[in-house]
């Protein structure tokens, strides 16, 4: 196979714009017309800090710093972007149309009812079709993300129980293979997160699971499928083990793009879970937001839905709902991320059911042939048919080279790559987290393999070239424990 050479730039672009000062003192940066009413001085000047030492530039050239500055991220409208996780799908530009149609980015959210009847049904009937996707009653929409849903749908639990007089549970199972946000949503709502093992196989250790049981327990929090990738092979055994112990099945959905149109997780044992529409129906998220993670509930749950719920009067007016007297109160402000809950219904439709079936089948499709054609090269985790992601371990290259996986992710940047996730999920040493999601192409998903096994071959022959990646973007190895701990986010004159 012929070596694939590494751009020189993923953007083509060259670095001197960043690393030049453009203010030059004196520059022509605004110019204001002549006053032509009499000057008032409405601040008393405290407001005026003369200390700021503004940077003088024009405004064609500040313009062309922050388009450079834009075009240097690594994002899903540029290149390949397989962050195990994160299903870093297409966002279809129609999604983007929708969202900008007047009537919805320009209503207030305190208009009242009567004013706001298309946005409350585009509520509704969002709340309906998730309901119909998950196989679940209804949902609420509040939730800003999937951890803010976790901690609805784990607060409507807690509720739950002390709603029959059950004092007693405290204590949430969590499997070792469960996204890093469950153990976390446990403890924030004052519960105790105990961790349970994976088999040999990936799943659940069921003898662990049953030995952890007690009236204890608030429930279980499930990802299925897993952060491994794979769907839970005891699943009917691991939820009813729970309902037997006076327990409820919390669900992680996030992972949902796997399972859509194919398995309803109501059917199986789940009593609520939540929905990330910035991943499985593909809103633009990244860098923390915004998102919407709606939660759907049985019936069990129901009445301790967050308020307002949207709701379709017999007169078939629609409106929002406080009068729940067994809510566990307000989330967030507002009615979540409406914005990105009317792209997430444009999806959905534009898709239908046999199209939401086509999203699960190829995504899955996808993870599996990138798995196989790499598993010569690379440990594969959990050599079994996965889901929507695999995961991939960097142990043999680190045995037998010294390269390390984080040494790999830094390679497939001088590639054009964004790097899979890394060193997560905790259980799989060296681990690299592959989701090539449904968006791409066969062409794309080749590149990708052939630059993978590139990689792996140049760990033998030149482990030093992969030490130092990456060595074709506009900054080398980042310290990136300082840069969390420290950033400079301040523009400063002096550097
Ligand atoms: C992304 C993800 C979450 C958290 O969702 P956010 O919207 O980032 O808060 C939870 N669980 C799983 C499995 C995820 O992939």
Not at 150 to 163: K, Q, S, T, V
Not at 189 to 218: A, K, M, W, Y
Not at 219 to 239: I, K, R, Y
Not at 324 to 344: E, N
Request: net charge negative.
């Amino acid at each position: 196979m012929t070596a694939i050479e590494a751009p020189p730039l993923a953007t083509g672009l060259q670095p001197e714009p960043l690393l030049v000062e453009l203010s030059r003192p004196g520059a022509p940066t605004h110019v204001l017309p002549p006053l032509d009413v009499p000057e008032v001085d409405n601040f008393g000047g405290q407001l005026l800090r003369s200390e700021l030492r503004l940077p003088e530039v024009g405004e064609l050239d500040t313009l062309r710093h922050f388009t450079h500055l834009a075009q240097r991220n690594f994002s899903i409208d540029a290149v390949f972007y397989p962050l195990g996780s994160c299903t870093m799908k297409y966002n279809p530009r129609v999604n983007e149309d929708v969202a900008r149609l007047p009537g919805i980015a320009h209503i207030h959210p305190l208009q009242p009812d009567e004013t706001v009847q298309g946005a409350l049904a585009i509520m509704f009937e969002l709340q309906q079709l998730l309901a119909a996707i998950t196989g679940f009653s209804t949902a609420t929409l509040q939730p800003a993300a999937g951890a803010q849903g976790e901690l609805a749908g784990m607060l409507m639990m807690r509720a739950y129980h002390l709603d029959r007089g059950d004092t007693r549970r405290v204590r949430v199972l969590v499997p070792d293979s469960a996204h890093g946000t469950n153990p976390a949503t446990a403890a924030m709502c004052g519960f105790q997160s105990v961790p349970i093992r994976s088999d040999p196989n990936g799943n659940v250790d069921l003898d662990h699971l049953r030995s952890e049981l007690d009236d204890t327990v608030v429930g279980l929090m499930l990802t299925n499928p897993s952060t491994l990738g794979l769907f839970e092979q005891h699943l009917l055994e691991v939820t009813d083990a729970i309902h037997q112990a006076g327990g409820l099945v919390y669900g992680d959905g996030a992972n949902l793009n796997a399972i859509l149109g194919v398995v309803k997780p109501a059917d199986v044992g789940f009593d609520c879970l939540h929905i990330n529409v910035h991943k499985t129906f593909s809103t633009p998220h990244g860098s923390g937001g915004p998102g919407a993670g709606p939660v759907a509930v049985n019936s069990l749950l129901e009445p301790f839905l967050p308020v307002p719920v949207v709701v379709k009067d017999t007169d078939g007016i629609y409106r929002l709902d406080f009068d729940r007297p067994k809510s566990i109160g307000r989330l967030k402000g507002f009615q979540g991320h409406f914005g990105i809950l009317a792209r997430g219904l444009t999806y959905i439709r534009m898709h239908g059911a046999e199209g939401l079936r086509s999203i699960a089948e190829t995504a899955v499709l996808n993870a599996n042939y990138l798995r196989a054609v790499l598993s010569d090269v690379y440990e594969v985790a959990y050599d079994r048919t996965c889901m929507h992601e695999f995961v991939l371990s960097g142990r043999r290259q680190k045995a037998e080279t010294g390269v390390r996986t984080l040494d790999i992710a830094k390679r497939l940047l001088d590639f054009g790559i964004h790097p899979p996730t890394i060193y997560f999920p905790l259980i799989v040493d060296e681990s690299i987290m592959v989701e090539p999601t449904e968006s791409e192409s066969r062409a794309t998903l080749d590149h990708f393999a052939a630059v993978m096994r590139q990689i792996a071959r140049e760990c033998h022959d030149s482990p030093d070239v992969i030490h130092d990646a990456p060595h074709y973007q506009v900054v080398g190895r980042l310290d990136e424990v300082t840069a969390a701990r420290k950033p400079v986010l301040r523009w400063q004159l002096d550097g």
